[in-house]
């Protein structure tokens, strides 16, 4: 019987149909914003692994450096 009633009329159709398109915007939006932060995420994970090796890079050449002068002097 309600569901009747709302199927009859078209203003409360019309505002089902307005609160359904504002939900899936809303829910497109919210799923564009996770999927950047996730793309940041990776991206920041691609930096910090970058930057790891270029710290162990940067370590052993100071050790090599370091034999070397221990080696031949200054």
């Known amino acids: 019987m309600f ?3 709302i199927f009859d009329n ?3 159709l019309g505002i ?3 609160i359904s398109a504002t939900t899936g915007i809303a829910t497109t939006i919210m799923g564009s914003k996770r ?3 996730e793309e940041h995420d990776k991206d920041e994970e691609q930096c910090r692994e970058r ?3 270029a710290r162990k890079e ?3 050449a100071a050790m ?7 080696k031949y002097g200054n």
């Open 3 to 5: 569901l009747a009633f």
């Open 10 to 12: 078209a203003t409360l």
């Open 16 to 18: 089902a149909a307005i």
């Open 35 to 37: 999927a950047r932060r």
């Open 51 to 53: 930057l790891k090796a």
């Open 58 to 60: 940067a370590e052993e």
């Open 64 to 70: 090599e450096l370091h034999a070397r002068r221990m």
